[in-house]
Every structure is written in C-alpha cells, then in structure tokens.
C-alpha cells in the first residue's frame, strides 16, 4: 500500500451550464447597447444597463464556477477532496480526517439534504458515502474513488476495527 495516493475524477460540464455562460454573455452585451441608448435617448436607460450588466456578471461567475473535475487525496490520516472549475482554479471543498469519520461504504440509499456531492453523477455505480462527525453534526460525503483508493480506505477503517478492544465495539 502506499502513503499518498491522488485520483482525478472528470466531471462533463452540462449543456445547462453553457446554457448559463451564454446569457451572461448575451446580457453584458446588451448593457453595452443601453450605454449607447441612453446617451443618445435618456439617460434613465442607464437603470437598464445596470441591471443587465449585473444579471451578465452574476451568471458568467456562476458558469466559472462550475466544477469540471474533481480530485481526490488519500493520506493514511486524511482524505481531501478539492474541484478545479472550468477556468482552471483549483479549491478545497473538504478535508476530512479519519479518526472523525463513522463509516465507509458503498452509497445504497439516495441523496439527501446536506450531503456533500463530490462525483459528477450520484446516480452512477460505485459511489462511496464516507460519514463524519463535524461542528455541524454528522454529515456524509458521497465521492466515487477508484478501487485502489477503495481499498486504501477500507483497510484504514479495517485497522481501526482491529485495534479497539471488546469494550469499544
């Protein structure tokens, strides 16, 4: 077994989320219409320009958001979870460490409220559902690792079975 392991999972960006880049596009270039309006017509136009730029700006930043591919980092002691959007920036969505988390397996219910999605469809076939104990209460993160990092997981929570005494268990 290994120490560090890091596996990249892509995520297709949808037809909705093009969709949203090319209204924000669309409206930023009909502000840049209502500042030539309203200097030739009235300058009440502005009010219009102000609103479609600020509509543009708002749905461009929410396309750049866009996950495009998420990424996964297994240390004997911490699982981190990061996503790279469409403009290549790459954030931290969550680190969790294993002495906090509860279980590991499969995902064989559906998504709730408050799950922490990291995989491109939760709908697909072998999705995990890592549960953890947070300042928010226990929580659960559903991410879709590879078998290796499957295993990785697996055999720390198999040592740490192994390790509590009768008592604990």
Request: some cysteine; overall charge negative.
């Amino acid at each position: 077994m290994t120490e560090q392991y890091t596996q990249t999972v892509d995520a297709a960006v949808s037809g909705r989320s093009k969709a949203t880049q090319w209204m924000g596009i669309a409206s930023l270039l009909l502000a840049l219409g209502f500042v030539i309006l309203a200097a030739f017509v009235n300058w009440y136009l502005m009010f219009c320009f102000g609103a479609f730029a600020a509509i543009g700006v708002i749905e461009t930043h929410r396309y750049n958001l866009t996950a495009k591919e998420y990424i996964y980092s297994f240390s004997p002691k911490r699982l981190v979870i990061a996503k790279r959007d469409v403009v290549n920036r790459t954030r931290r969505v969550l680190s969790v460490l294993f002495e906090d988390a509860a279980s590991f397996k499969k995902l064989e219910s559906i998504c709730e409220d408050g799950d922490i999605v990291c995989c491109p469809n939760v709908g697909d076939e072998g999705v995990c559902e890592l549960t953890f104990n947070d300042e928010k209460g226990e929580r659960r993160l559903l991410f879709k690792p590879d078998e290796y990092m499957f295993e990785l997981i697996s055999n720390v929570f198999d040592g740490a079975k192994s390790t509590m005494t009768e008592g604990e268990i």
